[in-house]
């Protein structure tokens, strides 16, 4: 519970629109501040554990994970205009080697 977490001194951090860049900046911190040390969270309701906290920090953020959607998104049509482009060049190849051999 948030009671354990919060025993002892304490600080709590909020905000950022993407919490795994706050994670992220709990983290970068803790390394830098020998004292602190991460007791714990909260996201949505449900407790996390510091080990938690320091997962959620290695998780990628809501930019790369939007860039990889959209990656994925433009995969297939990349794919498709490779294959057609492919097959559209042996074809434009075989139709020029045709038309030179009739001159």
Known sequence: TLDDILAGPSTIVWGCEDIVQLSKEIAKWTKELEPLEIKGG????NSLSSADVE???KSPSREE???QIVGLALSPGS???GALLGMGG???S???SIADGEE
């Open 90 to 92: 042996k074809l434009a």
């Open 55 to 57: 997962a959620l920090s």
């Open 65 to 67: 994970l939007i860039s």
């Open 79 to 81: 794919m498709i205009s």
């Open 42 to 45: 909260t996201l949505d309701g």
């Open 94 to 96: 075989q139709v020029e």
